[in-house]
Nanobody, 123 residues
Framework: QVQLVESGGGLVQAGGSLRLSCAVSGRTFSTSTMAWFRQTPGKEREFVGWIDSGHLTLYGDFVKGRFTISRDNAKRTVYLQMNSLKPEDTAIYYC?????????????????WGRGTQVTVSS
């Protein structure tokens, strides 16, 4: 059984930073693509970015260099460093995986999800 547990969310002022973590237990981590998504009430989950097994990354268009995804395979953890936060970044942030090496920006392609962590950016 695969479990993903996000942490690190909270309340931050606009322009501030947060680092989210996602700890993964269970099956293979190092060869799996890990992704971050976010969701606000009434909207579909939005792609934030992914990191593949070779540490290559891709981000959603809205990121514009503000976020960085990294991973520590020894700790089985993936990180989302968020800088220059804006009020519109307020959302629940989820990490996800499909335990495979291929990559995708589509939330329905990922079948393992954490419960999410709330990020609130005040103006």
């Amino acid at each position: 059984q695969v479990q993903l547990v996000e942490s690190g969310g909270g309340l931050v002022q606009a322009g501030g930073s947060l680092r989210l973590s996602c700890a993964v237990s269970g099956r293979t981590f190092s060869t799996s693509t890990m992704a971050w998504f976010r969701q606000t009430p009434g909207k579909e989950r939005e792609f934030v970015g992914w990191i593949d097994s070779g540490h290559l990354t891709l981000y959603g268009d809205f990121v514009k260099g503000r976020f960085t995804i990294s991973r520590d395979n020894a700790k089985r953890t993936v990180y989302l460093q968020m800088n220059s936060l804006k009020p519109e970044d307020t959302a629940i942030y989820y990490c996800a995986t499909h335990l495979a090496s291929w990559v995708s920006r589509t939330s329905s392609d990922y079948n393992y999800w954490g419960r999410g962590t709330q990020v609130t950016v005040s103006s």
